[in-house]
């Protein structure tokens, strides 16, 4: 584990005091590696230190019990969190990490007890400029086209919609970056503050102070906000404030759990808000997943497989010549893929959907329509990126049904497919 100790570029300032060895090594690679979260279990005689890197979780050090107590002493000790061998609940503290740039490095630590030994889990936050550049994401020229119309607008509510870990956050804040904030009130509402948005108001909940996500979204209507973020709809109240706050001339965008877009307006309706309330609020849906990118470094090139070909022809894609498979390089730690970038979906409300939105229709016949006015579903663009040269067939396998394109309907792609 000593490699990141090797990499001139890391330049991290650290106190030694405060991150002594192992812990010091231990997020240097991880940091290195691009690690989004350590982890740290509890196994028979000891613990298993894992990196989830890129949405995948690679075992990277087994300790015995007498290392992985002093790992998370020191854990203990940089962070704030109870030194305590009684400890009776789950705990929560926070380290900081600066690099000689001056960027901050936040890392979210949780503690919890497991029949007498403790388990951890470190989330490493961190959002280089590039992220919130909307054109680093993947999206497509026409995807571009639907969210800066949308972004232009500036009222209406724009959900962005995914799954746990599908990079909902990321794109907000991108598309909240892309405007000029200095000349906008800007507020969010969020659990919590991932990052800092330079000339934006972040709240963050606090139940145990009364600040609830609806307690917070109505303190910022009355602060007389431009745009207005919102971390996650997951309560009826709070749907429906952000809604009538799109109504009401704001720009809200605002991240929820669900499928495909479709799927995005079922579960705002399942929260409590009336379709008529949707149909008026909504003016744009991005769903969306998180796929791995190959290593430009030591991808290898081959020709499609006949599946392979039958998807692209099913999917009305140009059949390339060759497509790519992941190896494994040093650039890459051997993993074959370096970074992550979207799949995507973007839904435009017009006139016509949200007039089906606001008759209650079901989500599949919501899906054809939106399929039938060109609304291109995650899976094909997928496809593309697999055409593209950005990611592999195996890369699309984990990530949707992709044997399940084939079962394609008259009117569009299967749900199964999309799924």
Not at 47 to 61: A, C, P, S, T
Not at 316 to 333: A, L, M, R, S
Not at 382 to 408: H, M, W, Y
Request: glycine share 8%.
């Amino acid at each position: 584990m000593a490699e990141a100790n090797k990499k001139n570029s890391m330049n991290l300032i650290i106190d030694e005091a405060l991150y002594p060895d192992p812990l010091n090594t231990f997020i240097l690679n991880a940091i290195y590696e691009e690690a989004t979260d350590i982890h740290l279990n509890v196994v028979d005689g000891g613990m298993l230190v894992l990196f989830r890197v890129d949405g995948i979780v690679h075992e990277k050090r087994r300790l015995s019990q007498k290392e992985g107590r002093k790992l998370l002493n020191q854990i203990k000790a940089a962070a704030g969190v109870s030194a305590s061998k009684s400890l009776a609940a789950p705990q929560e503290g926070q380290m900081r990490w600066r690099d000689d740039d001056q960027r901050d490095k936040n890392i979210r630590v949780t503690i919890v007890p497991m029949d007498g030994e403790e388990c951890g889990h470190l989330r490493i936050l961190s959002m280089p400029e590039k992220e919130l550049e909307m054109a680093n994401l993947g999206f497509s020229a026409e995807h571009m086209k639907s969210i800066t119309e949308s972004l232009d607008s500036l009222s209406g509510l724009i959900l962005v919609a995914g799954i746990t870990g599908s990079g909902k956050t990321t794109t907000m804040y991108s598309m909240t970056s892309s405007r000029d904030l200095s000349s906008l009130v800007a507020f969010s509402i969020e659990d919590p503050v991932e990052f800092r948005l330079p000339n934006s108001q972040q709240l963050e909940v606090n139940e145990d102070h009364g600040l609830t996500m609806y307690q917070g979204l109505r303190t910022i209507l009355r602060m007389d906000p431009d745009l207005i973020m919102v971390g996650e709809i997951r309560d009826r109240d709070s749907a429906i404030v952000a809604a009538r706050a799109a109504m009401s001339g704001r720009l809200v965008l605002a991240t929820i759990h669900s499928q495909d877009a479709a799927a995005a307006v079922d579960a705002l309706h399942y929260l409590g808000v009336p379709y008529y309330i949707i149909s008026s609020s909504l003016r744009l849906i991005v769903a969306q997943k998180l796929i791995r990118r190959l290593c430009t470094a030591c991808a290898r090139a081959r020709e499609p497989y006949a599946e392979e070909i039958e998807v692209f022809e099913r999917a009305g894609i140009e059949i390339p010549t060759k497509i790519f498979d992941p190896v494994g390089c040093e650039q890459c730690n051997g993993y074959g893929y370096k970074g992550r970038i979207g799949m995507f979906e973007t839904a435009l409300i017009t006139p016509d959907a949200a007039h089906k939105i606001a008759s209650g229709v079901h989500d599949e016949q919501l899906r054809r329509h939106f399929r039938d006015n060109g609304v291109v579903p995650l899976a094909i663009d997928g496809i593309t990126k697999v055409a593209d040269g950005i990611t592999s067939t195996q890369e699309l396998f984990q990530r949707c049904n992709f044997p399940g394109l084939l079962a394609e309907t008259q009117s569009g792609i299967s749900e199964e497919a999309i799924i």
